[in-house]
């Protein structure tokens, strides 16, 4: 196994946000830098090597993303693997975003409620580039759902207008998390890494 996998499901995306993942996935060499000099600097190298496991919306791997949410599966120098999903927004929110309802009028639930990663990566390319990510960060998703769960993260539920999705999203500023609950982010926001050494 590569020390990076990602899911990519091929059937063409249509509606009014399809565009963001086109634009995101300009965006996975850039993420898979980060994401190798991230783990390495908290002594948890990745293996060599990338893949992307390319399937349609009804193959065996796509279980991974539409029914677990998880887009990357991670596989370190010291044997042990790890999932992770990621969101990548071209806004300057500066927030981490997860999906609440898939649609709220039907109460079809999303990620917040699905998702069963180990970590989440959220990356703002703003203003867009496709070559950088300007704020971003990597926390460890059990940690901050304890954290949520004793009322040290407040978050806000917000519908996106900007596509005219149906979906509806919990967020909190990045520079709000605690800090037990993240594993890097960027440094004041310049992309500097700002992590815990072991």
Same mark, same amino acid.
């Given at each position: 196994? #590569?020390? !990076?996998?990602?899911?990519? !499901?091929?059937?063409? !995306?249509? /509606?009014?946000?399809?565009?963001?993942?086109?634009? %995101?996935?300009?965006?996975? +060499?850039?993420? $898979?830098?980060?994401?190798?000099?991230?783990?390495?600097?908290?002594?948890?190298?990745?293996? +060599?090597?990338?893949?992307?496991?390319?399937?349609?919306?009804?193959? @065996?791997? =796509?279980?991974?993303?539409?029914?677990? /949410?998880?887009?990357?599966?991670?596989?370190?120098?010291?044997?042990?693997? #790890?999932?992770?999903?990621?969101?990548?927004?071209?806004?300057?929110? $500066?927030?981490?975003?997860?999906? @609440? @309802?898939?649609?709220? =009028?039907?109460? &079809?639930? /999303?990620?917040?409620?699905?998702?069963?990663? *180990?970590?989440?990566?959220?990356?703002?390319?703003?203003?867009?580039?496709?070559?950088?990510? %300007?704020?971003?960060?990597?926390?460890?998703?059990?940690?901050? *759902?304890?954290?949520? #769960?004793?009322?040290?993260?407040?978050?806000?539920?917000?519908?996106?207008?900007?596509?005219?999705?149906? #979906? $509806?999203?919990?967020?909190?500023? &990045?520079?709000?998390? +605690?800090?037990?609950?993240?594993?890097?982010? %960027? $440094?004041?926001? %310049?992309?500097?890494?700002?992590? *815990?050494?072991?």
């Amino acid at each position: 196994m #590569a020390g !990076i996998t990602r899911i990519h !499901i091929t059937d063409a !995306i249509n /509606g009014r946000g399809a565009w963001r993942f086109r634009d %995101s996935r300009k965006l996975w +060499p850039v993420a $898979n830098e980060l994401y190798r000099e991230v783990f390495a600097s908290v002594c948890m190298p990745l293996v +060599p090597g990338y893949e992307a496991r390319e399937c349609s919306k009804d193959g @065996y791997d =796509a279980g991974y993303d539409s029914d677990l /949410g998880i887009d990357v599966l991670l596989q370190f120098e010291g044997k042990q693997t #790890a999932t992770m999903q990621e969101k990548f927004l071209f806004t300057k929110y $500066n927030t981490v975003t997860v999906e @609440y @309802y898939q649609n709220p =009028a039907m109460a &079809i639930q /999303g990620d917040w409620f699905t998702m069963k990663c *180990q970590y989440y990566f959220v990356g703002y390319d703003y203003p867009k580039t496709g070559q950088r990510f %300007s704020t971003w960060v990597l926390v460890d998703w059990p940690r901050l *759902q304890l954290a949520t #769960a004793q009322g040290r993260v407040c978050w806000q539920v917000t519908p996106n207008k900007h596509d005219g999705a149906r #979906a $509806n999203f919990k967020h909190t500023p &990045i520079q709000a998390l +605690p800090s037990d609950v993240v594993i890097a982010r %960027s $440094n004041g926001f %310049s992309g500097a890494i700002q992590a *815990q050494f072991c």
